[in-house]
T-cell receptor
Framework: AQKVTQAQTEISVVEKEDVTLDCVYE???????LFWYKQPPSGELVFLIR??????QNEISGRYSWNFQKSTSSFNFTITASQVVDSAVYFC?????????????????FGKGTKLSVKP | EPEVTQTPSHQVTQMGQEVILRCVPI?????FYWYRQILGQKVEFLVS????????KSEIFDDQFSVERPDGSNFTLKIRSTKLEDSAMYFC??????????????FGPGTRLTVL
């Protein structure tokens, strides 16, 4: 069955520290997509990144970077030089391939989230 | 930048009452979704909607729930007879038509439903 595991429930760091949020997924499909969303204290869900299963290149966007490793079914997220504004709950999500759209626009399966607190 | 909007931001209701949560997806999007998040827990899929009909629904989406696109802009979630355990944040999301790729879902700000 499709599943996303975020083993870290809460992480607390001091500003300027680097922090890595772990995400491990399970899927029986060969084509799938992985996502990270940020949920700040205000509650909305903010899209951060999408990665498809054929693209294992790591990605960097400013202070954010993502490490996708199919061999270990992991899609980890690193924030470099963390800031107080990074404090939020971060969700990893997997596209459900067995949808009526043939895997192209199915629903998302979310992990339980990791609450990141960055202290000044 | 276009965004998904939801109203109301917070709804308080008595157990057994009907509630309708409203969403306006991004105008050129074709796929619509409802998710819910019980306080402190993960986001869970409820239902997806495409071409004026339900495409998929989870086991949470029982006969008490229904969705509708009454006009060209709104997308609603109705809970017929609310229960205490329906208290949660409800997120609407929309997505444009994919062309062999999976487009990200754009989420609204959510409606916090409190059932007393």
């Amino acid at each position: 069955a499709q599943k996303v595991t975020q083993a870290q429930t809460e992480i607390s760091v001091v500003e300027k520290e680097d922090v890595t949020l772990d995400c491990v997924y399970e899927t029986r499909d060969t084509t799938y997509y992985l996502f990270w969303y940020k949920q700040p204290p205000s509650g909305e869900l903010v899209f951060l990144i999408r990665r498809n299963s054929f693209d294992e290149q790591n990605e960097i966007s400013g202070r954010y970077s993502w490490n996708f490793q199919k061999s270990t079914s992991s899609f980890n997220f690193t924030i470099t030089a963390s800031q107080v504004v990074d404090s939020a709950v971060y969700f990893c999500a997997l596209s459900d391939p067995h949808s009526n759209y043939g895997g192209s626009q199915g629903n998302l399966i979310f992990g339980k989230g990791t609450k990141l607190s960055v202290k000044p | 930048e276009p965004e998904v909007t939801q109203t109301p931001s917070h709804q308080v209701t008595q157990m057994g009452q009907e509630v309708i949560l409203r969403c306006v997806p991004i105008s050129n999007h074709l796929y619509f979704y409802w998710y819910r998040q019980i306080l402190g827990q993960k986001v869970e899929f409820l239902v997806s909607f495409y071409n004026n009909e339900i495409s998929e629904k989870s086991e949470i989406f029982d006969d008490q729930f229904s969705v509708e696109r009454p006009d060209g802009s709104n997308f609603t979630l109705k809970i017929r007879s609310t229960k205490l355990e329906d208290s949660a944040m409800y997120f609407c999301a929309s997505s444009p038509k994919g062309q062999g790729i999976y487009n990200e879902q754009f989420f609204g700000p959510g409606t916090r439903l409190t059932v007393l």
